[in-house]
């Protein structure tokens, strides 16, 4: 056999999905009854239910961002043509920068293809091209965080996931003179817990640090107009970059930083993966910006994705199903075991069409394996009710731990 072959079969055997192999689920989200979906396996058609999905607010089937897709493609076509840079700059792209820095309060805004280029591609550039810069990451920090601060290959320092003191124990043993910035997620993306962010502004402000800051999980969810956690708190001012994405809360696709033009203009001038890549399309624009300024004027999908998310840990609460954390409509259920965890998942969806995906390594740390439950603003108190039912079953029947 030749030896790539050999060199990746031995691999695909380790990634098998009864090892650590991932499966991928086929689904088709029904636009229009979503969280409803049509699933399909070895020949058996069913319509199950979603309960991990990131379309919190359920704005991928909201008329407004359909219609806006529809018209653009009408008028503009598929694709964008090409690179920012090279002829793929639409007008709707413009417009879409302008309403995001106009959301976050920022001088200007930066479009990516995605959330996963935004942070590579920004933080890349900020730390690497500020002379002897030092970072202070989370230890959570996604992937995407974790890339661009290596592509930048600047110097870090990593602090225990949320702990201020830590974080401050770290800035202020480092050089004062040195260049500094904190990089941090407010929703975390798994764990679902929120970060102290006035404390993590109070320290980057005491040692004049740059903050960064990735409001992936929480743009258009939280905050005035859907700002973010850290505009909820009153404290957007006091993070120079907020990072988001349109894929998660806006239901469509893109990433994108907020913040003073002078940083913008360096990242947009010599960030990689933003100047080497075709542009979105302008349909996924168009549905991306008409998301943005709905959920600006609408506060009843976060009203909606609040309660059910209350209500949802209350449930578990009472049943005595841990969760990560109960500060946000992300519900991380532990289960702490990679099979446990497939098998709760396998059950859910064969017995009762709930569809809720095992996260294990290397999403998570072994052993911090979870269910990681999203209630939507697309679901109803009584489906929060059922859903419940079906888990505390299913706990029950495989001796689960409890909290
Ligand atoms: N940042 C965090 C914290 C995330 O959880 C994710 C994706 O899940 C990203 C960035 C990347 O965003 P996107 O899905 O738009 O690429």
Same mark, same amino acid.
């Given at each position: ?45 069913? /319509? ?8 919190? @607010? ?33 007008? @709707? ?6 309403? @995001? ?8 805004? @930066? ?43 600047? /110097? ?211 052993? /911090? ?5 999203? +209630? ?24 689960? +731990?409890?909290?």
């Amino acid at each position: 056999m030749a030896h790539y072959l050999e060199c990746f079969s031995k691999q695909a055997m380790r990634f098998d999905p009864a090892g650590q192999g991932r499966e991928f689920l086929e689904i088709g989200r029904r636009a229009g009854r979503f969280p409803a979906a049509r699933y399909e396996r070895d020949g058996v058609r069913a /319509e199950i239910s979603v309960w991990c999905s990131n379309d919190y @607010l359920g704005m991928g089937q909201h008329p407004q961002v359909l219609a806006a897709t529809k018209a653009a493609v009408d008028e503009f076509g598929a694709g964008s043509g090409g690179s920012r840079n090279i002829g793929g700059t639409n007008h @709707l792209h413009v417009l879409l920068e302008k309403e @995001l820095a106009d959301l976050h309060g920022k001088e200007e805004a @930066l479009l990516f293809t995605s959330g996963y280029t935004a942070n590579d591609g920004a933080l890349s550039v900020l730390a690497g091209r500020m002379e002897n810069c030092l970072v202070f990451s989370d230890e959570l920090n996604h992937a995407s965080i974790i890339d661009g601060l290596r592509h930048s290959g600047v /110097e870090k320092r990593i602090f225990r996931h949320n702990d201020s003191a830590h974080l401050a124990e770290l800035v202020s043993a480092a050089d004062p003179d040195r260049p500094k910035m904190i990089v941090l997620e407010s929703v975390h993306s798994m764990a679902g817990d929120v970060a102290p962010l006035a404390e993590i502004a109070g320290i980057a402000k005491r040692y004049g640090a740059m903050t960064f800051l990735d409001e992936v999980h929480a743009v258009g969810m939280y905050g005035p107009q859907g700002a973010g956690v850290a505009a909820a708190e009153g404290l957007a001012q006091e993070f120079t970059v907020i990072m988001g994405t349109l894929a998660k809360g806006f239901g469509t696709t893109g990433g994108y930083i907020a913040g003073p033009a002078a940083l913008i203009a360096a990242v947009r001038n010599s960030s990689r993966p933003f100047i080497f890549t075709t542009a979105l399309p302008p349909a996924v624009v168009a549905g991306g910006l008409a998301a943005v300024r709905y959920l600006r004027t609408s506060d009843q999908e976060r009203e909606t994705l609040r309660r059910n998310a209350r209500l949802m840990h209350r449930l578990l609460k009472e049943r005595r199903v841990p969760v990560l954390s109960d500060s946000s409509h992300i519900v991380s259920v532990l289960v702490g075991e990679d099979s446990l965890c497939k098998t709760a998942s396998d059950l859910l969806l064969e017995r009762h069409g709930i569809y809720v995906q095992a996260i294990n390594a290397p999403s998570v740390r072994v052993g /911090e394996e979870i269910l990681r439950v999203a +209630p939507g603003a697309v679901h109803g108190g009584d489906d929060v009710r059922g859903f419940v039912e079906a888990l505390a079953g299913i706990w029950q029947e495989l001796r689960l +731990p409890r909290s």
